[in-house]
């Protein structure tokens, strides 16, 4: 049985997950950490989904992988800052 293809899958997994983080920092960095913890899982997941949307529209080349690069940047920092205004509007002022 060939492994290689799964490993790669992972690999890229992991490396969208990684590009997910980078605006889940800046922001819990900026924020102090108020409110930020709640939209870790969030932002992972976002970017994740959002690097994962590329290919499965088409782009399954090395512009591709830019772009989903990209998506998933995008998509963590929407999640990241959509988290944390709705947990502290709606949880942390309680």
């Known amino acids: 049985m060939d492994y290689w293809p799964v490993l790669g899958l992972l690999g890229i997994l992991?490396?969208?997950g990684a590009v997910a983080l980078?605006?889940?920092y800046v922001l819990?960095?900026?924020r102090r950490g108020r409110g930020t913890?709640?939209?870790l899982p969030l932002a992972v997941v976002a970017g994740i989904a959002?690097?994962?949307l590329v290919?499965?529209?088409g782009?399954?080349?090395a512009f591709g992988f830019g772009i989903s690069l990209l998506a998933s940047l995008a998509a963590s920092t929407a999640a990241s800052l959509l988290a944390t205004q709705l947990h502290l509007?709606?949880?942390?002022?309680r």
């Open 14 to 16: 992991a490396l969208w």
């Open 37 to 39: 913890f709640v939209a």
């Open 55 to 57: 290919p499965a529209f």
């Open 59 to 61: 782009g399954k080349d």
């Open 89 to 93: 509007r709606f949880i942390w002022d």
């Open 50 to 52: 959002g690097g994962a």
């Open 28 to 30: 819990l960095i900026a």
């Open 22 to 24: 980078v605006p889940w």
